[in-house]
């Protein structure tokens, strides 16, 4: 998981703002978050969620009870429902089981100014277990009202020349479309997909986003196929631990070939993930 700032490891707030690209800001948006409800935290010499908890485990599952994922339902951004239903009714009872319960809501730059509105009182008195962290590209969109009440992070100010041939865009692209095809695709189409993942070869930076943003298309899946009460096939999850193993493999300076390969071929289904 990502390294987070020194500004997000000070006393805990209540409400943040986390402004970057997507990969960054989702990157350590779901560290954080992630870190907050660990339960080894307190006895944890190092900013980092421990893994081996219930409560990580449960994140790494993709279904933490007390972790929430706020988007828009409309296409003009997240409306004054979206806030009411899933928010502020959600902040009124206490956590299911972990320290905090805690909002994640991408995309905040696209809250509509009412929604912000219904927002404002929940922050400005919040529940001692509530945690707020909006994602966004930019602010400029947020009143300054909402803004006052929030712990503003700038992320990814340092300047990064050796990723700036691999934008996230086509990372993202290359992570939907492997997360959304990969169980159709044969032998050699699947070897030929290892092809693209080579230029992040050369950078440990740019392997853990795509890793990451892998990891978060199979959980959005699973998010959404819980959103509407579908069945959520284990599979999926397994998924997501294939992914997770691979980032640790590579952080730890395994073979990258092998390693993508692997992973690959466990999830197309043509090995078995064991
Ligand atoms: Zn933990």
Redesign the pocket.
């Known amino acids: 998981m990502a390294e987070f700032p020194v500004i997000l490891r000070g006393t805990v707030s209540h409400a943040y703002i986390l402004v970057g690209g997507f990969s960054d800001r989702l990157a350590i948006g779901y560290a954080f978050a992630k870190w907050l409800n660990?339960?080894?935290k307190d006895t944890c010499l190092t900013n980092q969620?421990?893994?081996?908890?219930l409560?990580?485990r449960v994140f790494e599952s993709g279904n933490h009870p007390d972790i929430f994922n706020v988007t828009g339902t409309k296409a003009t951004g997240i409306g004054v429902d979206d806030v009411r239903d899933r928010i502020v009714s959600q902040m009124a009872t206490q956590p299911f089981k972990y320290k905090y319960k805690i909002f994640i809501v991408d995309k905040a730059e696209t809250l509509t100014p009412a929604a912000q509105n219904a927002l404002l009182k929940t922050i400005e008195e919040p529940a001692p277990y509530g945690v707020f962290l909006f994602l966004a590209a930019h602010a400029h969109t947020l009143l300054p009202t909402l803004l006052s009440r929030c712990v503003m992070v700038k992320l990814g100010e340092k300047a990064n020349t050796s990723d700036s041939n691999l934008p996230d865009k086509e990372a993202q692209a290359l992570a939907d479309e492997v997360a959304l095809t990969i169980k159709e695709m044969d032998v050699l189409e699947v070897m030929a997909l290892y092809r693209r993942f080579e230029p992040y070869k050369e950078s440990r930076e740019s392997i853990a986003n795509l890793l990451d943003m892998l990891y978060l298309s199979f959980a959005r899946r699973i998010t959404q196929a819980v959103a509407k009460g579908e069945e959520v096939h284990h599979i999926w999850y397994d998924n997501i631990a294939v992914v997770q193993h691979t980032k640790q493999v590579l952080s730890q300076n395994g073979n990258f070939q092998l390693a993508i390969e692997l992973m690959l071929l466990k999830l197309s289904g043509m090995k078995e993930n064991t």
């Open positions: 660990c339960q080894a969620a421990c893994g081996l908890c409560s990580c």
